[in-house]
């Protein structure tokens, strides 16, 4: 990792949604309110937008979308949800990144058509790479998922090292408010 990273604070956070959000993305779950609050952050600024193909997710749009768009590079936290999650971990195999803020992240397409042709599962994941792409890793994830099985999220945490906030009760995270995720991205905008 090259020493600009490392001598600065992230300067924004980005937020990759989940597939199927559609429509407006500032209105689904718990990102519009998330990006309200960390807006209110001095010196610091946090993008949402639809994404591109929102409904299949494909890798080979959404990357250079994150790259371009979204300029996603070593002083960005991107924050990605459930297809985000695994849009931001290949996004770190071969990006520079700030940090991964992972939320309901997962390992193979489950047997689902969709998340096949997405991409992100066809091939090893390049977990070294993240690692040294990223000066921080942390991963929410709750054991009562009914998308993803625990033992993909355990998968995730265990190969990233990631700081892992474990649940039993919050699902796949779809709720409107998500106080610890904003909690833990301040954490990385000023350091204890």
Request: glycine fraction near 8%.
């Amino acid at each position: 990792m090259s020493d600009t990273a490392g001598e600065s604070s992230p300067l924004k956070a980005v937020i990759v949604p989940g597939n199927g959000g559609g429509g407006n993305i500032e209105s689904c779950l718990w990102y519009g309110w998330t990006k309200k609050k960390l807006d209110k952050i001095p010196k610091f600024r946090c993008l949402l937008r639809n994404m591109p193909d929102p409904y299949r997710a494909r890798e080979t749009i959404w990357l250079p979308f994150m790259e371009t768009e979204l300029q996603c590079d070593a002083h960005t936290i991107i924050i990605g949800h459930s297809s985000g999650a695994a849009a931001a971990m290949r996004f770190a195999e071969k990006h520079e990144v700030y940090a991964i803020v992972l939320v309901s992240a997962y390992t193979t397409d489950l047997g689902d058509e969709n998340e096949k042709e997405s991409g992100y599962f066809s091939r090893p994941w390049q977990w070294d790479n993240i690692k040294s792409n990223c000066r921080n890793i942390i991963q929410f994830g709750s054991t009562d998922d009914p998308f993803l099985p625990w033992s993909e999220q355990q998968e995730v945490a265990d190969n990233l090292g990631a700081e892992l906030h474990k649940y039993t009760d919050q699902g796949h995270f779809q709720n409107t408010a998500f106080y610890e995720l904003v909690n833990a991205v301040k954490g990385l905008i000023t350091p204890k």
